[in-house]
């Protein structure tokens, strides 16, 4: 079982909380699970995917579920209609002081040769323009030790307002706050291991929630995937429930 849930469902739209390590949609081997196919084994829909989360994210995905209304979601992700909030829990950086901004560069490809993956980079030149306001939730508990004094994470708020590959990834490393448990980009897990038991195995970005009109009632939609829980049981140190 994959662990994927349906979050919303009407004639027209489907809207899923995608589990960590579940593909969003077919890769080169046909034999990995992935959403579009979950849904048919398990729940006999057929659907159809409009944007996508990388393996290790997990949370809100919207499809649909007849033809008549994917011009008009496609649409609505290219004018940039449908509000996406991301949760992240980043690396901290005690010597900078955190401060809410949006971020708008340009983003470009770079084959890493040693690790055979592809990273996407800041670039001054060509590329694609990526725009990402950040907000901060709360600052993770403090750990005190010979080499660390003061809060070990940061839990934040973006909202990507352009769809980029692994905008959120990079506007946040850029930032020295790399999401933890994310190898292409630097989010170390040394402190979360040291001082806390709770394992970090994955990139620790969520998709909360998405936010639209529905292009046929007209209905205003917030979608809102709870955390899932490695990043719960991390968040509960800092109070939250």
């Not at 209905?219 to 109070?239: C, V, Y």
Request: hydrophobic share 40%.
């Amino acid at each position: 079982m994959s662990g994927l849930t349906i979050l919303f469902e009407d004639e027209d739209l489907i809207a899923v909380n995608k589990p960590a390590g579940l593909l969003s949609q077919a890769s080169w081997d046909p034999k990995r699970p992935h959403v579009v196919a979950d849904l048919k084994n398990r729940f006999g829909i057929e659907a159809i995917l409009h944007h996508r989360l990388d393996r290790d994210t997990s949370g809100v995905l919207l499809l649909t579920k007849n033809q008549r209304l994917n011009a008009a979601v496609t649409d609505l992700f290219r004018q940039h209609k449908i509000e996406k909030v991301y949760w992240a829990l980043c690396n901290t950086a005690p010597s900078q002081a955190w401060q809410d901004q949006r971020i708008e560069n340009h983003l470009a490809p770079v084959r890493d040769s040693a690790k055979q993956l592809q990273r996407m980079k800041v670039v001054r030149s060509g590329g694609w323009q990526a725009v990402t306001e950040l907000r901060l939730i709360a600052h993770g508990p403090a750990a005190h030790g010979p080499t660390v004094h003061g809060p070990i994470f940061d839990w934040v708020e973006a909202k990507p307002l352009t769809g980029r590959t692994h905008q959120i990834r990079v506007h946040l490393a850029g930032l020295q706050r790399p999401i933890l448990g994310d190898p292409l980009y630097g989010g170390r897990t040394t402190m979360i291991k040291r001082h806390f038991p709770h394992e970090v195995n994955r990139t620790l970005l969520h998709a909360r929630s998405l936010r639209l009109t529905h292009p046929r009632t007209q209905q205003e939609l917030q979608i809102e995937a709870p955390l899932p829980a490695d990043m719960e049981a991390l968040t509960r140190l800092i109070g939250h429930e």
